[in-house]
Structures are given as structure tokens and as C-alpha cells.
């Protein structure tokens, strides 16, 4: 069973990354960590799917202050610009160029302890065994990040290719597609290999989960399920069969998600009603157990099928769904935030006659409006001013929004407010690096440690 414990998160990744990333924070913090103290140099640490370096990086932070590591990580990637339908990486490749530049200057710190691999993961090709082309060395892997099974084929060559040379009861296989809302065909190779494999974390903030590998995977390569071994009936039987699993094992987002992906399937196989039955289900669940990376999963998936359908009648019905989901994910951050503001005022005491003590706010997003919104003389601090790199307002109700440059040489207060639930981590971060001292941090999530008033 995956328990709530997340150790990453005591001791997360500090340093700048120095690299754009698509992983979260959460996800970088678990990188780190594995590298950091769990990793015992009995085998190699092989990223498929490096992109720009960000999980490289996230794992070299953790691997150097780690005297068990030796042997350099293998990087593999394409790393050639895919098309991005946001655009969001333009700036650095168009697509069908190579990014592979930017991704050796980001890693440059630590470009003599990671082998960049730039090849393409193949999907299986009948008689050919693509381990001397993709893995030459055949040497233990004890750390092994996936984040390159992008289609069904190439995920039968990973296992393939890398399956072979997991260390029975100790390597650590990260999916990072695992909650993806599109990727359904880990959880069914996963779930196939369950004998090989157990749950070890889910990362809740972000899509991967990581595995314990048991061994014997040797007995399922060959006979690893391909689309064509499956029909509705048989889809439907071994989406029982999941679901049943992952109640038994996880909590939470998971296991709603593990049910979209079961609608995928069966959209994939032609059955876009019932899909749409399925997805109409999960989504209910979805909103009563508070599960909202569950419906973004629902509104990215909506959308995506919606593209993909021509019938007008599937097609009102799956805007139907964008919406539900889309107005649930609203709420359900709204009712968030709520918590979080009456959390983040609860944690600064102050005696009956003391003054109030001064406080910059860090985030001048919706956490920020809302207690600002509130009676200012009834605030436990007094607010000076709402700091954030990119001040896209001038004042909020009244209490000026600048950039860390803006400050004045020695400005201070008596309380630094992380006035954000969603980015507390990297708030901060930049809050303790505009502010070195040990002026005190006030978070959401922590009890406030004590102002000494400037
Ligand atoms: C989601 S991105 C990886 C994100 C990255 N881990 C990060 O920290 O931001 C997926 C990467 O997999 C690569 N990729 C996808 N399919 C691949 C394949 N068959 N062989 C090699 N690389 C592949 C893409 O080029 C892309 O850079």
C-alpha cells in the first residue's frame, strides 16, 4: 500500500533547478530525494526522457551529495523539438530542431557525470533485439525515471531493453506518465507485471508513481499486451481487475484517474459512449472524494476525445463534461484557498497589547487578494507591500505589488507571508533568498515561528 509518508518533502531540492522542467515540484523533490538518500550505488541511474534537463538535474542535486555514486547517468532522449501545440518551448527549438544545445548548457555542472544518449527509442521490430544499440553496457539499473514512453510500442521496448537488468528488491522504476489522462497502457503493463513489480510512491502533485521491482520480468517480455489483444469485453474485464488492485494499494487521485484511463481504452477501441458513460462516473466521484488532479485529467481528456470525435451528439456531451469538470476544479480550489488563508492567519499569535508586526506577502496571486480583501486593521500583521517577480498589478487593495528589485537597500519586516498553498515551496525559496537572514517564514502548512519585531 502507498502510504501519505512523503520524506521527499522534508528535505526538498533548494538549489535553482536551471532548467525549464514539465515535472512538479513535488516531482522534482521525490528525484531528489531518491538520489540523495536512497540510492546505494548498486546500480546504474538510467532518464529516459530527459527534455531540457530538469529531472537530470533534479537527480544529479540529490546523486552528488551522495558518496555512493560513481558511475555516470545515462540521458536519453530524441532531443529534438516535438510540436507543442502551446508553443511553450519555442524560444529555445522550433519544432523538428534540436534542443540538445540548450540541454548540455543547463546540465553543465555536472556534464562529466552524465552520458547523454541522443537516439530514439524504437518500437519493437520482430527478430531484432535493440539492447546492443539502446543499452550496450547490460549493466544493473538501480534508478530508472521513464518519461519517454510517449506511445504503446516504445513502453514493450523500455521493459524490453531495460526490464532485464532491474535489481530484484531494490530498483526504483519511475512512470512519470503514470497519471497522465491520455497514457492507459502503463497501467496495463503494470498491472500485468504486478508480480514483478510493487507500489512504492505516488507523487500527489504530479503524474508519476514509482515502483519496487521484484523481479521475474524475464517470464513476461514476449507476452506483454499489445493493442490488438484487446476487444471491449476483454478491456472491461482487466478494468475491473485494475481498479480492484489500486483500491487495495493507493488513495486518492490515483485511483479516479485509473478509471479515466479505462475510458481511453475503450475510446481507443471505437467505444466512445460507453467511454463517455465511464468518464461521466468518474468525474462525480471525482468532485465528492476532492480529487483534483482527477478532473484535470477529465477536462484534458474531454477536450482531447473531443478533437477526435465527429458526432455531434458525443460531442455536446463531452463539453457537458469540460465544464462539469472545469466548474468542480474551480470550486474545489476555491474552497482550498479558503483553508489555506484561515490556516495561514491562524498561525501568527501575537499577545493582546503587542503591536502587530510588519509582514511582506510573497505571491500576489488569489491567496493574496483574498486576505487583503479582508478588514486590513484586523489582520494579525500589518501588510508593507506584496512581492512577486512578475507584479502583474500595481497595488492589491491598496498594499503596493513590487518585484525583489523594487525593495529598498535594508528593507525588512518582522514576517515573510507565503501567500500562495499551491507554490509554497518555491515562494519560499525566493523568499529566503530576497531575504537570507532569519527573518521568520509564515506558511499555510506550518506552524509560524516566533517575530522578533525589526
Ligand atoms: C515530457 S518530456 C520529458 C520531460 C523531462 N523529464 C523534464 O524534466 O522536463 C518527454 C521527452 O521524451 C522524449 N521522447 C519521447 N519519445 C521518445 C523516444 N521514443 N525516444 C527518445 N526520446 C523520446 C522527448 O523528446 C521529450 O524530450
Known amino acids: ?31 531528489h530525494w531518491l538520489g540523495k538518500s536512497q540510492y546505494s550505488g548498486t546500480g546504474r541511474v538510467v532518464e529516459l526522457g530527459s527534455f531540457l534537463g530538469g529531472s537530470t538535474l533534479a537527480l544529479c542535486h540529490g546523486l552528488s551529495q551522495n558518496p555512493a555514486w560513481t558511475q555516470p547517468l545515462l540521458a536519453y532522449d530524441r532531443f529534438v523539438m516535438f510540436n507543442d501545440q502551446e508553443g511553450r518551448y519555442t524560444h529555445i527549438a522550433a519544432p523538428g530542431e534540436s534542443f540538445l544545445p540548450a540541454f548540455r548548457r543547463n546540465i553543465r555542472a555536472f556534464s562529466d557525470r552524465v552520458t547523454t544518449r541522443p537516439m530514439s527509442i524504437p518500437a519493437p521490430t520482430p527478430g531484432v533485439d535493440h539492447t546492443e544499440a539502446l543499452f550496450p553496457e547490460r549493466e544493473p539499473i538501480e534508478i530508472l525515471f521513464i518519461d519517454a514512453a510517449k506511445t504503446w510500442p516504445v513502453h514493450i521496448t523500455i521493459l524490453d531493453v531495460f526490464g532485464p537488468r532491474l535489481i530484484p528488491g531494490k530498483s526504483i522504476v519511475i512512470q512519470q506518465d503514470f497519471k497522465w489522462a491520455t497514457v492507459f497502457y502503463l497501467p496495463l503493463h503494470m498491472y500485468q507485471l504486478r508480480e514483478c513489480f510493487e507500489p512504492a510512491f505516488d507523487i500527489p502533485d504530479g503524474a508519476s508513481t514509482a515502483f519496487r521491482y521484484l523481479g521475474n520480468i524475464n517470464r513476461h517480455l514476449g507476452t506483454l499486451w499489445q493493442p490488438t489483444d484487446f476487444d471491449i469485453a476483454g478491456a472491461n474485464a482487466v478494468w475491473d481487475a485494475i481498479d480492484q488492485y ?17 475510458a481511453q481504452h475503450l475510446a481507443s477501441l471505437g467505444d466512445l459512449d460507453q467511454a463517455l458513460s465511464v468518464i461521466e462516473s468518474a468525474i462525480a466521484a471525482a468532485i465528492r ?17 473531443r478533437k477526435n470525435s465527429d458526432a455531434m451528439s458525443n ?3 463531452l463539453i457537458a463534461l469540460e465544464h462539469t469538470a472545469a466548474a468542480s476544479i474551480d470550486a474545489l480550489r476555491s474552497v482550498r484557498q479558503g483553508a489555506a488563508v484561515r490556516a495561514l492567519l491562524g498561525r501568527i499569535d501575537r499577545a493582546p497589547n503587542a503591536p502587530r508586526p510588519t509582514a511582506f506577502l510573497f505571491g500576489a496571486g488569489q491567496i493574496a487578494r483574498r486576505i487583503l480583501a479582508l478588514d486590513k486593521a484586523k489582520l494579525p500583521f500589518k501588510p508593507l507591500a506584496v512581492i512577486d517577480d512578475h507584479a502583474p498589478l500595481e497595488d492589491i487593495a491598496g498594499v ?3 518585484r525583489p528589485s523594487d525593495l529598498a537597500p535594508h528593507a525588512g519586516a518582522d514576517l515573510l507571508v507565503i501567500a500562495s498553498d499551491a507554490h509554497a515551496d518555491a515562494l519560499e525559496q525566493r523568499a529566503r533568498a530576497i531575504f537570507p537572514g532569519n527573518t521568520p517564514i509564515v506558511r499555510f502548512d506550518r506552524p509560524a515561528p516566533v517575530a522578533h519585531h525589526a
Open 1 to 31: 500500500m502507498i502510504t501519505d509518508h512523503r520524506p521527499w518533502s522534508e528535505d526538498p531540492l533548494r538549489a535553482p533547478l536551471g532548467a525549464e522542467t514539465m515535472l512538479s515540484t513535488g516531482e522534482l523533490d521525490f528525484l
Open 246 to 262: 489500486w483500491g487495495e494499494h493507493a488513495r486518492g487521485d490515483l485511483i479516479h484517474i485509473m478509471r479515466l484511463l479505462r
Open 289 to 305: 472524494d476532492d480529487a483534483s488532479l482527477a478532473l484535470e485529467a477529465v477536462r484534458y481528456a474531454s477536450s482531447g476525445l
Open 315 to 317: 460531442s455536446e456531451r
Open 400 to 402: 503596493p505589488v513590487i
